[in-house]
């Protein structure tokens, strides 16, 4: 296809602010779909986690044909600790639609998706989503993106980027903020007049930079990358290259071509300059390496991915219910899965500890994390995982230095004197307080590791109207110590079934996470202790059978229902003494020290060695 009919865009935004239901829209109008065919909702996200969730996790392309022209289109994840997905999309293209909320306005991820874009100077088109919503505040909202573009040093042509009007639930965009629309169309026309066809010539040497890849069962390893200049074809031999380490050349014959038209692929013989191509038969090519011609090896620099903060250590599982529910239970296993998901993932990093069961995986975030750690799971890995930790530097002087994120919190005014006081507690500066309604938007500097474990206790304190969302900002000087968590844990006395005596009896002391006929073993964790150090209790208490009887004495029990814990949530909880069992079918909060005893004598040492 002629490189000037080519139009390659990525939507990048922050977390819910609409990306996928706007794709969804585009593709809808486009032509993708018949006008028969049942479309649902966010049909980008094919993966089972991400329509679970919803959210996107995983960058997807997808192409529209409009009139005479060809727009590839790459939904983008909007949470930040899925960042490095969003980096690697903006390499293969020539524009950005940067998608913004009427009402929440640019956001910590809108900022940190468009400084990239910004960087990579690419063509920007500001749509302004969810135009429909009741407390819309448009003309506020574009002058918060005017406000971002400024302070990120954006160049004359950037800061007169078109807006667009729009709402991708009712389908509709429009040029005019006092007009609405009636389709996408005036979206369609700006990016063909104001998005660039691709660069490159067709004539010079083949350079295609891989930025993705995929898994075929039949095919195996597919690299996904725009063209940058020449072509490619089938049965072609070409060179692997990579811009780090020159020296290192492969080469190999193309098996097979795809283009992705709607969002399926469609086998090709040769795709030209500008398009996003679909390659097989590589080996086992990696993202950031260079497919080039034979003669003329000449890999490409590919885009820096921003530095894991937070790691955790996962181990083989040691629990007294080991290897009963996982497939894949050994450190082989454990191991080779980790590595493999670093070669797709570029913001993951594995590390071997002095341990052989044992491996230090850093990430971005929490989230990026659980989702590795769900997913495993779900695959019948079974294994344990400690506390996340924030990666600590030290600058020339020695001095401790931690990551800092900024964080905005949107909750209503009744409750900013809570919200205000829990920040002080976890280290957090107040940079900004403004009131939108009825409602009041915070902006923090706070460390890291003080948002730990605060989500589920932030939705309690607003009553789960408060919106928060963080970004990292950089390192900076350790802040001091921050208690992780206020409560303590009720800890299974012995091993066996959970007794609705026991239970009634342990409710008492807390909130149970376990039901009757749960299994445990003595050191599994079984609720909470609202007064803050730990308390053994027997669930699986029965009651003494006598020939006495007492009036009440047999009253039915009343059970309270168990908190329910997600990964997410036992991962919050976790503190330094414990770990996480992940098997296939449970989640079990545990402690390192099963042993009472042990574990006794090991926080009286630890008491006495920090006096």
């Known amino acids: 296809m002629d490189k000037q009919k080519i139009r390659n865009i990525a939507i990048i935004a922050h977390v819910d602010h609409g990306k996928t239901s706007l794709v969804n829209e585009l593709l809808k109008q ?33 192409s529209i044909h409009y009139r005479d022209y060809k727009i590839n289109v790459i939904d983008t994840p909007g949470h930040t600790d899925f960042g490095g997905e969003v980096e690697r999309a903006l390499k293969m293209v020539d524009g950005v639609l940067l998608v913004v909320d009427s009402f929440e306005g640019t956001m910590p991820q809108t900022r940190f998706v468009l400084e990239k874009a910004l960087a990579l100077n690419l ?101 996904v990358g725009k063209i940058e200049n020449g072509k490619i074809s089938v049965g ?59 003669e003329n090896v000449e890999p490409l620099e590919f885009v820096k991915i921003s530095e894991p903060s937070v790691e955790m250590t996962f ?14 239970v050994t450190s082989r296993h454990l191991r080779e899965r980790l590595y493999k998901e670093t070669i797709r993932d570029l913001s993951l990093r594995v590390e071997d500890t002095d341990s052989t069961e044992a491996f230090r995986v850093r990430g971005r975030g929490e ?24 990666l600590i530097k030290y600058d020339d002087a020695g001095k401790k ?41 915070l902006e923090f500097l706070i460390p890291s590791r003080g948002l730990f474990g605060y989500k589920s206790e932030f939705m309690t304190d607003t009553r789960g109207e ?16 921050i208690e992780r968590r206020q409560c303590g844990a009720l800890v299974a006395h012995e091993t066996g079934e959970c007794i609705g005596y026991g239970l009634a009896n342990a409710q ?36 003494q059978l006598t020939n006495m009887r007492a009036a009440g004495s047999d009253d039915a029990l009343h059970l309270i229902p168990p908190k329910k814990m997600s990964l997410e949530k036992s991962i919050e909880f976790l503190n330094d003494d414990e770990l996480l069992e992940v098997t296939p079918q449970s989640i079990r909060l545990r402690k390192i020290i099963l042993d009472h005893d042990k574990r006794a004598q090991a926080r009286y040492r630890a008491k006495n060695a920090n006096k």
């Open 30 to 62: 486009g032509g993708v779909f018949r006008s028969n065919q049942e479309v649902g909702d966010r049909v980008m996200d094919s993966n089972e986690l991400e329509r679970e969730r919803g959210i996107t996790i995983l960058a997807k392309n997808a």
């Open 315 to 328: 181990m083989v599982n040691d629990s007294p219910f080991a290897g009963k529910e996982g497939k894949f």
């Open 367 to 390: 989230m990026h994390l659980s989702i590795l750690i769900e997913n495993m799971r779900r695959e019948g890995y079974e294994f344990q995982v400690s506390m996340p930790k924030v």
């Open 123 to 223: 063509k920007v088109i500001v749509v302004i989503n969810k135009i429909d919503r009741p407390d819309a505040r448009i003309a506020e909202v574009e002058d918060e993106v005017l406000e971002l573009m400024f302070d990120l040093n954006a160049n004359d042509d950037q800061l007169n980027s078109p807006v667009i009007y729009a709402s991708a639930r009712l389908g509709i965009a429009s040029k005019d903020k006092d007009k609405q629309g009636t389709d996408m169309q005036p979206l369609f026309e700006e990016i063909i007049n104001h998005i660039p066809a691709p660069s490159g010539d067709e004539t010079k040497p083949l350079q295609l930079l891989v930025s993705n890849t995929e898994h075929s069962d039949f095919l195996g390893k597919l690299a």
């Open 508 to 543: 008492e002391r807390g909130t149970l996470f376990v039901s009757p006929g749960d299994k445990v073993y003595a050191g599994m964790i079984v609720g909470e202790n609202p007064r803050g150090d730990d308390l053994v209790v027997n669930v699986c208490k029965r009651k």
């Open 401 to 441: 230095m931690e990551p800092i994120d900024k964080l905005v919190i949107d909750v209503p005014e009744e409750c900013v004197g809570t919200v205000m006081s829990k920040m002080g507690v976890r280290k957090g500066d107040l940079l900004e307080m403004r009131p939108q309604g009825s409602r009041t938007r």
């Open 466 to 481: 408060g919106v928060m969302s963080s970004v990292h900002y950089g390192y900076d000087y350790y802040k001091g110590e």
């Open 236 to 294: 072609q031999m070409v060179a692997i290259a990579n811009y780090f380490e020159p020296e290192k050349v492969e080469r190999v014959r193309v098996q097979q071509l795809f283009i992705y038209d709607g969002m399926k692929k469609v086998e090709t013989n040769e795709v030209t300059t500008g398009d996003i191509a679909c390659v097989a038969g590589l080996g086992d090519i990696m993202i950031g390496d260079t497919i080039c011609d034979t």
